[in-house]
């Protein structure tokens, strides 16, 4: 079974925090994304990478950044986090064919005050 | 700009009805069609899904439907059940070369009553 963990599942910061989101997958996927999901506005690519150290913008990569040093491992980082980014991340993996699944991670639930 | 566009954006449904969640899409590049079910607190999974080339696909009480000139496709769910109730989000992929784009739907929020 492919599994696809997130670091944490809720996580509250602080207004100008820097923040890292880690997501781990077991498949030796080449393909890795990061999402927002929020209500009403369904999922939205922030970014993806389709290989190491290898990264593409997804809609929204406005105030994200993202880093890939091992194959297994996909951070979502922060640099100063803002209340308009109170959101729900998924993180997920894929092959390398665009048509495969996209497996997904079971969200980490990020607050910022 | 949305380039997947689905509706109801909720839809609720009797036990042993048929759901139906419908999606339009802009872009005729688009080349694969899936659709997602999320239940509450998990991420989403791979329900079925379709390519261009093909009508219909069924997979025991879910369906495909797809209008290649009309750029629609929906989802069928027969017999519908409680636990069907959940988040489905239809999506569409461009897999041009290292052009890859997969694009989701809003989401429609089913629920099915016993």
């Known amino acids: 079974d492919v599994k696809v963990t997130q670091s944490s599942r809720y996580l509250v910061k602080r207004t100008g925090e820097k923040v890292f989101l880690e997501c781990v997958q077991d498949?030796?996927?080449?393909?890795m994304f990061w999402y927002r999901q929020d209500p009403g506005l369904g999922l939205r690519l922030i970014y993806f990478?389709?290989?190491?150290?290898?990264?593409e913008k997804g809609d929204i990569p406005e105030g994200y950044s993202v880093s890939r040093e091992k194959k297994e491992r996909f951070s979502l980082i922060l640099e100063s986090a803002s209340t308009n980014q109170t959101s729900m991340y998924l993180c997920?993996?894929?092959?390398?064919?665009?048509?495969?699944?996209?497996?997904f991670g079971p969200g980490t639930r990020l607050t910022v005050l | 700009q949305q380039q997947v566009k689905q509706s109801p954006q909720s839809l609720i449904v009797q036990k042993g009805g048929i759901s139906i969640i419908n999606c339009a899409y802009e872009?005729?590049?688009?080349?694969?069609f899936p659709w997602y079910q999320q239940f509450p607190g998990k991420g989403p999974a791979l329900l079925i899904a379709?390519?261009?080339?093909?009508s219909e696909k069924k997979e025991g009480r879910f369906t495909i439907s797809f209008n290649k000139s009309a750029k629609q496709f929906s989802l069928h769910i027969m017999d519908s059940q409680p636990g069907d109730s959940a988040t489905y989000f239809c999506?569409?992929?461009?897999?041009?070369?290292?052009?890859?784009?997969?694009?989701f739907g809003k989401g429609t929020l089913l629920t099915v009553n016993p």
């Open positions: 498949m030796d996927h080449e393909n």
């Open positions: 999506a569409a992929i461009f897999s041009g070369g290292s052009n890859y784009k997969l694009t």
């Open positions: 997920a993996s894929s092959l390398v064919n665009p048509h495969n699944e996209q497996f």
């Open positions: 872009n005729t590049a688009f080349d694969y």
């Open positions: 990478s389709y290989d190491v150290k290898m990264k």
């Open positions: 379709i390519r261009p080339d093909v």
